[in-house]
């Protein structure tokens, strides 16, 4: 079972129209799914009504996840820095649709954790990664989630920079950055060269 096509448009694309008419930015189809982007401060009416609407029934939240434009030279689906990408899927017709908001620093998203509870744990997630934050779901004064309480900076970010800090184990020693012990392998390219005899034993 497919998702319901009215006059050549998903029903769902229909309906959110109607719904929020121009709080309903853009509609994209890619690789065979559907994306739709909707104003920041619609997204749990646009959720809420996916899955109570006994047509659609988007009773399954799979996901939510975040993304960094900042540095994207190419075409974008919103203008903010950052996009928040929410997974629904509705048993019914057995049919999935992608929901995206922009967002940029400063700026916070409503939580969907009271719609669906399975959405607390990923924006905690995104906050704790790229400093996004949700109204409703935010931490404690100085807590992180994945991350060490006392983490500095969200390393998702697009200008956090990679490698250069020792690696704390769990004896409590500490061990080399990466950029410490990088060496060539077999099958690296280097000083025009793929492998080694020194590496690779060829």
């Known amino acids: ?62 996901e939510c996840v975040g993304a960094d434009y900042s540095t994207w030279a190419h075409e974008r689906d919103l203008t903010e820095r950052f996009e928040v990408i929410y997974n629904i899927f509705s048993t019914k017709h057995s049919a999935r649709l992608f929901i995206k908001v922009g967002v940029d620093d400063g700026q916070s998203i409503k939580t969907l954790k009271n719609v669906f509870l399975g959405a607390e744990y990923p924006e905690k997630e995104i906050a704790d990664l790229y400093g996004i934050q949700f109204d409703g779901n935010e931490f404690d004064k100085g807590e992180r989630f994945l991350l060490p309480d006392d983490w500095i900076g969200f390393p998702l970010r697009k200008e956090y920079p990679l490698g250069g800090e020792d690696v704390l184990f769990d004896q409590g020693d500490r061990g080399p950055a990466v950029e410490d012990i990088s060496m060539p392998h077999a099958g690296e390219s280097f000083e025009g060269k793929t492998g080694s005899e020194d590496v690779s034993g060829r």
């Open 1 to 62: 079972m497919g998702y319901p096509v009215v006059d050549g448009e998903r029903l769902e694309v229909k309906r959110i129209r109607e719904k929020i008419g121009d709080s309903l930015l853009k509609v994209k189809e890619y690789r065979g799914e559907t994306y739709v982007c909707v104003a920041r401060d619609c997204i749990v009416e646009v959720i809420e009504f996916l899955k109570s609407d006994s047509d659609l029934q988007y009773d399954y939240f799979v």
